[in-house]
C-alpha cells in the first residue's frame, strides 16, 4: 500500500500564493505519475495538474501560467507551487499517485489519493 499525505493548504487574499505539497509513503514503490486534483464545494472533482515521471508536464487551462507542479523523486514528494490566487481557487485539493510496488514475487499496481488540503481564496 502506499499512503499519500498532503500540506500546505491555507486561506490566503485573492493574489497571493501557496505551495502544496504530497508526501508518499510505503515500502518498494515506484510512483509513475502524481497528479493534484481539486473540489469545489456542489462541484466535480477536476484535474489540476500531473507531472509523469520523466517530467512531462500538463496543466489545466484555469491554472496555466499561474500553478506549477513539480515532484522530487529522491525524496517520493510531489509540488504544486501557486500564485495569482483567486476566489475560484478555492477548493479541496487531491493528491493522487499511481505506480507500481514490487513485492517478493510480484509487481502490484496501486493508485492512492491523499485526504486532501482546503485552500481558500478570499476577494
Known amino acids: 500500500q502506499v499512503y499519500l499525505k498532503e500540506s500546505g493548504g491555507d486561506s490566503v487574499q485573492a493574489g497571493g500564493s501557496l505551495r502544496l505539497s504530497c508526501a508518499a509513503s510505503?515500502?518498494?514503490?515506484?510512483?509513475?505519475?502524481m497528479a493534484w486534483y481539486r473540489q469545489a464545494p456542489g462541484k466535480q472533482r477536476e484535474l489540476v495538474a500531473i507531472?509523469?515521471?520523466?517530467?512531462?508536464?500538463i496543466y489545466s487551462d484555469s491554472v496555466k501560467g499561474r500553478f506549477t507542479i513539480s515532484r522530487d523523486n529522491t525524496k517520493d514528494t510531489g509540488y504544486l507551487q501557486m500564485t495569482s490566487l483567486q476566489p475560484e481557487d478555492t477548493a479541496t485539493y487531491y493528491c493522487?499517485?499511481?505506480?507500481?510496488?514490487?513485492?517478493?514475487?510480484?509487481?502490484?499496481?496501486?493508485?492512492?489519493w491523499g485526504q486532501g488540503t482546503q485552500v481558500t481564496v478570499s476577494s
Open positions: 493522487n499517485a499511481e505506480g507500481y510496488v514490487d513485492n517478493d514475487s510480484s509487481r502490484r499496481v496501486f493508485d492512492s
Open positions: 510505503g515500502r518498494n514503490f515506484h510512483i509513475n505519475f
Open positions: 507531472i509523469f515521471r520523466h517530467g512531462t508536464t
